[in-house]
């Protein structure tokens, strides 16, 4: 069989992390099998229909590395991919169901059907429309809902990923299938979609579980095959009690990206986020994730949201393109992450900079802050340097002891490189009898005024002499 998967999400705001992940699997099964991709846009529901998102959604799989072969921007055999625009197709349909009989136009009242809806909770009893259908439905026309007319019985189904189901007659109804504006809803649009653009496998949430019978009605009644069913379990809020949620930190992805993560660290958390193939390992490139993925590993239940795990899969990220493709290929992914001095520096020193802290980004938004004196004089802050756990043990006169024989040292260096600083404070260390934790915290505040920076030695090497003997004295001064 050709596998054919597609994502259809619907342009009614950004894209969060729980949808994407909707993506990741039919893209991982599509690419495995060398079957297709379709992204079909389900824009039926006008009133929730959000200006630009169908484009923020393009930009949001292009960004994951997700391509799709058939649907907006590169076309295909069964366009159009908007259900906007495909009106007519789902009205053909529903001259199907009208001609055999399973379905009617439906003029009753929504204040009727609230009735009705009203009648129930009183009596305690489910509500089921198919209990107060229309005696005498008039001939259907577009501006008149139609449902479909159930026909209970109990239905038997296999999930790729909750396994085996069965359901009782009492779980089916008349839904409806044409709303009044003439635009199908989404229980009726999607198995069009689907059979007529070869879909084999259909993977969503898993709160449409409880709609599956009624969809396996529609098969039935249409005469069409079942696709293979894939239950995507909830991406749960952190704390695990409930599907992850806007109030619960679930941001769109493009926040993310603006944020300083990669996409190869969201393409991998996510894909990992309720999955994993049965060994230990936690970074993977697409080309593995294609190669490693199978349905059968999926796991049947929620999957907590961790965005703590997000940062560390992607500084494993920024590690992997410096260390496997060099400083320049992971400086090319900083444009606009600098501090906005570092915009007077040229690339070179830029990527001096980079080679000597990116072991310690846990996301590219973090160059800013801990980068900040490489490119401009850092505020003195006494307080910072006394005040320091290790430097606040020595008195102010060993401090400016430490100072002066520290300028005293390195001015006197011929070399100024990082094998030639190590000596010199190595020197200092013996000439003073103090600790590393103690001279360093000295130096390295005194040069940054920063609560981190990298290996001393490295700074002041990228620092250059001028700056770094400036810096000290000028520090010895306000002492």
């Not at 009183?122 to 809902?145: A, D, V």
């Not at 409930?242 to 926040?255: C, F, H, M, P, Q």
């Not at 000597?356 to 802050?381: G, N, Q, V």
Request: aromatic share 10%; glycine share 6%.
């Amino acid at each position: 069989m050709d596998i054919v998967t597609r994502f259809a999400p619907s342009p009614t705001g950004y894209i969060h992390i729980g949808n994407v992940r909707s993506a990741i699997y039919p893209y991982l099964l599509a690419r495995q099998s060398n079957g297709k991709m379709i992204l079909r846009i389900e824009d039926t529901d006008r009133a929730r229909y959000v200006e630009g998102a169908t484009e923020l959604i393009e930009d949001t799989l292009k960004w994951l590395g997700l391509d799709w072969d058939e649907g907006p921007i590169v076309g295909g055999p069964h366009a159009p991919y908007f259900q906007s625009e495909r009106k007519e197709i789902y009205h053909e349909w529903a001259r199907k169901l009208i001609n055999s009989g399973r379905a009617y136009a439906d003029p009753t009242p929504p204040e009727q059907i609230e009735e009705y809806r009203k009648k129930c909770n009183e009596e305690k009893i489910p509500f089921l429309y198919r209990n107060f259908r229309p005696e005498n439905p008039p001939e259907w026309q577009p501006g008149i809902p139609l449902r479909f007319k159930a026909e209970p019985k109990e239905y038997s189904w296999h999930d790729e990923v909750m396994g085996d189901m069965h359901t009782g007659p009492e779980v089916l109804d008349d839904i409806i299938l044409i709303k009044k504006d003439g635009y199908p809803t989404y229980n009726f649009a999607h198995i069009v979609d689907d059979a007529e653009m070869g879909v084999t496998h259909v993977m969503r949430g898993v709160e449409y579980l409880s709609s599956t019978p009624n969809y396996l009605a529609l098969y039935e009644a249409l005469g069409l095959s079942r696709p293979k069913l894939v239950s995507l379990p909830h991406i749960l809020a952190p704390q695990g009690n409930k599907k992850l949620g806007k109030r619960d930190g679930a941001k769109s992805v493009t926040e993310y990206r603006d944020d300083g993560v990669l996409p190869e660290a969201m393409l991998n958390y996510l894909a990992c986020l309720g999955w994993n193939d049965g060994t230990e390992q936690e970074i993977y490139t697409k080309e593995e994730l294609i190669s490693h993925f199978s349905l059968n590993r999926i796991q049947n239940s929620g999957a907590r949201y961790d965005e703590t795990k997000l940062l560390w899969v992607n500084g494993q990220w920024l590690r992997r393109i410096f260390d496997e493709q060099g400083a320049r290929a992971l400086y090319e992914r900083t444009d606009g992450f600098w501090p906005e001095t570092a915009a007077n520096y040229d690339d070179e020193y830029r990527i001096k900079v980079l080679s000597i802290i990116y072991d310690r980004l846990k996301t590219l938004s973090d160059l800013s802050s801990m980068t900040s004196y490489f490119f401009s004089e850092p505020t003195t802050d006494i307080d910072m340097l006394v005040n320091n756990k290790f430097v606040k043990k020595l008195s102010e006169s060993e401090l400016e002891d430490l100072l002066k024989k520290t300028i005293a040292k390195l001015t006197s260096l011929q070399n100024w490189d990082a094998n030639s600083l190590q000596d010199a404070l190595n020197e200092l260390l013996t000439e003073t009898g103090k600790k590393p934790a103690e001279l360093f915290s000295v130096i390295r505040i005194a040069i940054s005024f920063a609560p981190f920076s990298p290996a001393l030695n490295l700074t002041m090497e990228v620092l250059g002499r001028e700056k770094t003997l400036a810096r000290l004295n000028s520090t010895a001064r306000t002492i």
